[in-house]
């Protein structure tokens, strides 16, 4: 179903958070789901997954995870500070210890100059780390294409903020 390189980086999350016992959270606006999707294809993820928040609207980011309506007006929802409050504010509305955050512009309309098609903000928190951002720009390669190159950077992010 997914990409050999996406289903091994999730088949490699699920054995060592499983071994770690650690409890994963996902935000998702542009992929909708994608991240939760790969991390439970695979068998024992129901071990390390507890829940994911599809929050496509800004509407749903406000309410099932917490973004203030100021930032959304500030910095719009494609943004640093959007990211980071999805991604902590899934720690805060679930069991996780860590998540991932998304929210881009998949295309292939919705883009400006300032915030092009391809453009998405992931973040990753963790209990008791600072949260890490990672600003992508995929470029305009097709909307499929963004919200796999999506789904691969959120799982290294997972890895990444995993690290002791």
């Known amino acids: 179903m997914w990409p050999t390189d996406i289903e091994e980086t999730a088949r490699r999350i699920v054995a060592d958070f499983t071994g770690?016992?650690?409890?994963?959270?996902?935000?998702?606006?542009?992929?909708?789901?994608?991240?939760?999707?790969?991390?439970?294809?695979?068998?024992?993820?129901?071990n390390v997954f507890d829940r994911g928040f599809v929050t496509y609207s800004n509407a749903a980011k406000q309410q099932m995870i917490g973004v203030l309506p100021e930032t959304l007006k500030a910095h719009g929802a494609?943004?640093?500070?959007?990211?980071i409050e999805m991604a902590?504010?899934?720690?805060?509305?679930?069991?996780?210890?860590?998540?991932?955050?998304v929210t881009g512009i998949a295309g292939p309309g919705g883009g400006s100059e300032e915030k092009p098609v391809g453009l998405v903000h992931l973040a990753a928190a963790r209990?008791?780390?600072?949260?890490?951002?990672?600003?992508?720009?995929y470029g305009d390669i097709g909307r499929s294409a963004v919200r796999l190159a999506t789904v691969r950077t959120a799982l290294e992010m997972l890895i990444e903020q995993s690290a002791d």
Do not use: N
């Open 20 to 46: 770690r016992k650690l409890l994963i959270a996902t935000a998702e606006s542009c992929t909708a789901g994608l991240i939760a999707g790969a991390l439970t294809e695979i068998a024992g993820s129901s």
């Open 127 to 137: 209990k008791g780390h600072e949260t890490l951002h990672r600003e992508m720009r």
């Open 88 to 101: 902590e504010g899934a720690i805060a509305h679930s069991a996780a210890d860590i998540s991932v955050a």
């Open 78 to 83: 494609v943004s640093r500070p959007t990211a």
